[in-house]
């Protein structure tokens, strides 16, 4: 069997490229998977704003995640936005039949700039049909706060009774992982908290001065997806994932990409690589060609 992991991404399309299905085969393919992408929604987009979102129709989604599971063998799935009730049902639905060995759930409900991406309906839905075949969910602080039916954490020793009450959470599986991103909090110091109910894994992390954030969360859950299959567990998946994350966001300011919150770059290393490959092959073809 082949060692390169196929990875597969449901969730939404944000044509800046930022976040969404793009950025998560941007984030693949960085990172050693083989990317697949299962649409399940159209949004109208920029580095602002939200002014659109489209739904795909609930069968048109089983089709698309029958007909690929029927094929092609999936190592890990990652789940993002689905917009709405009826489409978070067809991918539970879905998922629960072809049953992938590994699967990261972005509950996504809001964007960086403000816009709704899930409503009330798909919440409940979310909940009660798709946290049960997640073996990570990668809350931030304003979904863990929905999730939790109350406000979001505000502060540090919140998030750790935050991280614990969402491992409660009756519908997840006994070996689910929390990864609680605490992006959101103000100050220079960052943490994430992993917990499996056992394991409180403090993620701590300086924050980079840079607006250019789109996308961080999908990008560390497909980073989360790719990299699993490729090691031990998922603490390690997830610390060489945030890692990674951290360079891409260290590197983002050399794209330009709008004026609100530009993506971050996720080909920062295999560009760097292959700048200096150029640069060797220049010098070389001087000698030879002088
Ligand atoms: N400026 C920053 N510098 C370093 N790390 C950051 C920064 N902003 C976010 N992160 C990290 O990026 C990851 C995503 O966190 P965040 O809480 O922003 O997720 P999110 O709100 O789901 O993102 P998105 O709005 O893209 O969906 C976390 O690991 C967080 O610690
Ligand atoms: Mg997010």
Not at 67 to 82: C, E, Q, S, Y
Not at 154 to 174: G, I
Not at 212 to 228: E, P, V
Request: aromatic share 4%; glycine share 8%; with cysteine.
């Amino acid at each position: 069997m082949t060692a390169i992991p196929n990875a597969l991404t449901i969730a939404g399309v944000d044509p800046s490229g930022g976040a969404g299905v793009l950025a998560d085969l941007k984030t693949f393919s960085a990172l050693g998977a083989y990317g697949c992408a299962v649409i399940a929604a159209l949004t109208a987009q920029n580095t602002r704003a939200v002014t659109g979102v489209q739904a795909v129709a609930p069968d048109f989604i089983r089709l698309q995640i029958d007909t690929l599971f029927d094929d092609v063998r999936i190592d890990a799935v990652k789940i993002g936005m689905l917009g709405e009730a009826a489409t978070v049902r067809a991918v539970a639905e879905a998922l629960a039949r072809q049953a992938p060995p590994f699967t990261v759930l972005d509950p996504v409900m809001v964007a960086k700039s403000g816009d709704a991406l899930l409503d009330r309906a798909g919440v409940a839905t979310l909940r009660e049909a798709l946290l049960p075949l997640a073996d990570v969910i990668t809350p931030n602080l304003p979904e863990a706060g929905v999730l939790l039916e109350g406000r979001g954490p505000e502060t540090k020793p919140e998030m750790y009774r935050a991280a614990e009450r969402l491992r409660n959470l009756q519908p997840l599986a006994r070996h689910c992982w929390v990864l609680l991103k605490g992006g959101h909090l103000p100050g220079a110091e960052l943490l994430d908290l992993l917990f499996d109910g056992d394991r409180m894994i403090e993620l701590p992390g300086r924050r980079l001065d840079t607006k250019n954030t789109h996308g961080t969360g999908c990008t560390l859950s497909s980073a989360i997806a790719a990299l699993r299959p490729q090691r031990p567990d998922v603490p390690a998946a997830v610390t060489d994932a945030r890692a990674w994350l951290l360079r891409a966001i260290a590197a983002a300011d050399q794209l330009d990409v709008g004026r609100g919150h530009g993506p971050v770059h996720h080909l920062h290393a295999l560009w760097a690589a292959a700048g200096q490959r150029q640069a060797r092959q220049s010098v070389h073809s001087k000698e030879q060609y002088p």
